[in-house]
Every structure is written in C-alpha cells, then in structure tokens.
C-alpha cells in the first residue's frame, strides 16, 4: 500500500504575509535616496548650482587673552590657569609628599628595630675601670708634612 506524503504547512494569514512588505519598500526608498545623493555629491553640484552666500568666518565676541595682557601689563607673566604646570607642580607635590612619608616609614622601622634588639652595653665588675673618651673629643693627629724634592 502506497501511503500519500502530507506535508505539514503553518497557516499563514494573508495579513501576515503583507507585513513585511511595507518595510521593505521603505528601505528600498531610503536607499535608493542615499545612493541618489551620494551620485549628486560625488559630482560636486556645489561648484554646478550655487546654493546661496555662504557663511562668513567672524571674529568670536569678547575679549582676547592677548588684549587683557597687554592692557594691565603682564605681557611676559605666567597663567595660572596653564594645566600642564598645575598638573607638573601637584606631581612634584605629591613626591615630596611620598618622599616625606617614605622617610618617616623608616625612622619607624630603625627605631623599632633598635628596640627590639638594643645594643649590647658591656658592664665592667670593677667600678674604677677607665673609660674611654668618645672619638670625637679625641685630640686629630697633626698631617704629615709633605716632602720637598
């Protein structure tokens, strides 16, 4: 017996089939408009059809940087508002700062470390044993006159 193949097929409504075509004639309008334009430009019409004057470059109202310098006088003195030396002095700043700490960091750390391990004092027995005078309060040995040929 020979079984007849059905396909299964969704139903589609018409409606559903019309959808679609609405956008797609838009975008083919849109595209078919940019692709006109760009022909046209790439034609330079500008130089073809004058369009009208255009705009003129005019001088931005208020007053220059120059001008104020010249008027009080300060021609050759720095602007405090340059960033690149405000941004250079907060650096510099900011070292002397890091540098600062970094050298209390290790005055704690040496004082730390001499309290944890103190210096070994030599205790003599006999009271009257003499005792030295620091290097420094020792008198310097005269220089050695040089020889003479």
Not at 33 to 62: C, K, M, W
Not at 111 to 121: D, I, T
Request: aromatic share 6%.
């Amino acid at each position: 017996m020979a079984k007849t193949a059905q396909t299964t097929q969704p139903v589609v409504s018409p409606r559903l089939r019309q959808l679609w075509q609405g956008p797609l004639v838009a975008g083919l309008c849109f595209g078919l408009a940019y692709g006109v334009t760009q022909r046209l430009l790439g034609f330079n019409v500008g130089e073809l059809i004058h369009f009208g004057s255009g705009f003129d470059v005019q001088v931005f109202p208020g007053t220059t940087l120059e001008s104020l310098k010249l008027r009080f006088g300060q021609a050759e003195a720095e602007i405090q508002g340059d960033l690149e030396l405000q941004e250079l002095e907060r650096q510099q700043q900011e070292q002397t700062a890091k540098r600062a700490e970094e050298a209390k960091a290790a005055e704690a750390e040496l004082q730390r470390s001499q309290q944890l391990n103190p210096e070994p004092s030599v205790e003599l027995d006999a009271p009257s044993a003499p005792s030295l005078p620091p290097a420094s309060a020792l008198p310097e040995a005269p220089a050695a006159p040089a020889s003479q040929p």
